[in-house]
């Protein structure tokens, strides 16, 4: 998930054998595909691998490794060796840093919500009787993630141990949704993520493990990790377990950057024995097109149930096998999706992901790329002068706030998603007092909406609007709520403008 889209991340599969999709890509320089997934470097910017050079040499340097330099400047080696030891196709990326005019303006932790934004594909649908109906659906609620994504090739900001974003969706039918994310391990980077709309009957839970690598001409990620999505209304489904596509960021030496989803991504459902290998086509030399999907839906017994095929990006469809004609299950360009209700920033706790990253998305949004580097700059250091604090004092890593890890190398709430209470309404104000504690946010700047019903102390639930249409309207909304009464975060920052950190209007 999340990532996901859009990145230069790139998920895997694991223990699944999967089609080499020419990762390197250091002899092709793709043609363009959508315009939305290609970037062009100015003379300022230069190329991406300059840049992760530059980064990486400050970073060895304060370490005390020797950088071997001409006299005019230019590199000749690092501890010994040459540049292109330093820096060669399969080395790990995840403790070099990539420049700030790659990424997107908003965490990792955020951008997975990119994945609960239809939920009316989804909603309901533990009432049906068929499961094929059933799997269907949830295929195509998880596929319809993919299309929400920042013009050109950016990345989100990788979270910093400890980080955690945390937003409620209000549903037009008086409905709610509650999401929180922890990135709950630094070294291997682990995001661990939470949703559930109690009344929708809707429950995900799953984590991101990211692992980068630089492949030459292309930038990837390869990470485990799943996600796992319960129909509460449908406990005998038990979990739809969902992995990921690799994604490659072409063009990082030459030619322009593009974006491309590779390989298989898997949907299954051991108890209904329903289960899909959707192939994220990559563009060949000759032939194929860009943002490509393709699968064949097994029904039990592994027998043939019908296809799946589209775009990722526009439009997904399927056929049962032997049908005339196909269905579309999702179009982009008519999809609306459901806006988040954040605190604002003056009242989030200080490693609340918009709060701790604030200054460095003002400078991406107003195109200030140094301020850029040393806002990213300042929250990094903080980080790496913490660790050492604790490495001095011989102390543990601090525990997760909301997950803890289980069996299977998984991370669940620590709510207990077995536990929740079975009633809907009781469920809401668990959730709701577990995420948010007294202050809750509210959506804000709707006042055709009827008026509030107090819930509980200290918080109320509004009647919410229909949810905007895709573009413009990405920019979630920012709540409104009383002062709270204690906090883990220092103070607020200094008043001055918000920002509501909008997405992108590229689909």
């Not at 998920?11 to 939305?36: E, F, T």
């Not at 999505?229 to 979990?239: A, V, Y």
């Not at 739809?240 to 490659?248: D, S």
Request: with cysteine; aromatic share 8%.
């Amino acid at each position: 998930m999340g990532l996901l889209s859009g990145s230069m991340e790139s998920l895997s599969i694991k223990g699944k054998s999967r089609r080499d999709s020419d990762a390197s890509g250091s002899s092709r320089n793709p043609p363009d595909g959508n315009p939305d997934d290609t970037s062009t470097l100015d003379k300022e910017e230069g190329n991406v691998l300059m840049s992760i050079i530059s980064q990486y040499l400050m970073d060895v340097e304060r370490e005390g490794a020797l950088v071997i330099r001409s006299n005019d400047g230019v590199l000749l080696g690092v501890g010994g060796r040459s540049p292109g030891q330093s820096l060669r196709p399969g080395m790990d990326l995840s403790k070099i840093a990539l420049p700030t005019f790659v990424l997107e303006p908003r965490s990792l932790l955020e951008r997975i919500t990119d994945f609960f934004s239809h939920p009316e594909l989804i909603f309901g649908v533990g009432e049906e009787d068929d499961p094929k109906q059933r799997f269907l659906a949830v295929m195509t609620f998880y596929l319809s993630g993919w299309h929400i994504k920042p013009k050109g090739v950016k990345k989100p900001y990788n979270p910093v141990l400890g980080e955690f974003f945390r937003c409620t969706y209000f549903y037009a039918d008086g409905s709610e949704g509650f999401y929180v994310a922890e990135q709950v391990s630094h070294h291997p980077p682990v995001s661990a993520f939470f949703y559930v709309s109690p009344k929708n009957r809707l429950l995900i839970t799953g984590e991101l493990k990211p692992k980068s690598k630089f492949l030459g001409n292309s930038a990837a990620t390869i990470m485990e990790g799943e996600d796992r999505i319960r129909l509460l209304d449908r406990p005998g489904d038990g979990d739809y377990v969902i992995t990921m596509p690799n994604t490659y960021a072409r063009g990082i030496l030459f030619g322009k950057m593009i974006l491309e989803l590779g390989d298989l991504s898997t949907i299954a459902n051991p108890q209904t024995g329903y289960t899909c290998d959707v192939e994220f086509k990559t563009k060949g030399w000759i032939s194929g097109g860009y943002n490509v999907i393709n699968g064949r839906v097994k029904g039990p017994g592994k027998t043939d149930v019908g296809e799946v095929t589209g775009h990722w990006h526009s439009t997904i469809e399927y056929g049962d096998k032997g049908a005339g004609k196909k269905q579309v299950m999702f179009d982009s360009a008519s999809a609306k999706i459901a806006p988040k209700a954040v605190l604002p920033e003056s009242e989030q706790e200080e490693y609340e992901s918009r709060r701790l990253w604030a200054k460095l998305t003002t400078a991406i949004n107003s195109a200030d790329m140094y301020g850029a580097t040393a806002a990213k700059t300042a929250v990094e250091d903080k980080q790496r002068e913490l660790a050492k604090k604790r490495e001095v004092a011989g102390e543990s890593l601090p525990p997760s706030r909301f997950f803890t890890h289980v069996e299977g190398d998984k991370w669940m709430p620590k709510i207990g998603v077995d536990t929740l209470p079975k009633d809907p309404i009781e469920m809401e104000e668990a959730v709701r007092k577990w995420i948010f504690g007294d202050h809750s946010p509210t959506l804000q700047g709707t006042p055709s909406r009827s008026p509030t019903t107090s819930t509980r102390s200290g918080a109320t639930q509004a009647t919410p609007v229909p949810v905007p249409p895709v573009g413009p309207a990405l920019a979630t909304s920012s709540g409104v709520v009383s002062p709270p009464a204690s906090s883990t975060a220092p103070g607020p920052p200094k008043s001055g403008p918000k920002y509501d950190h909008p997405v992108g209007t590229g689909s």
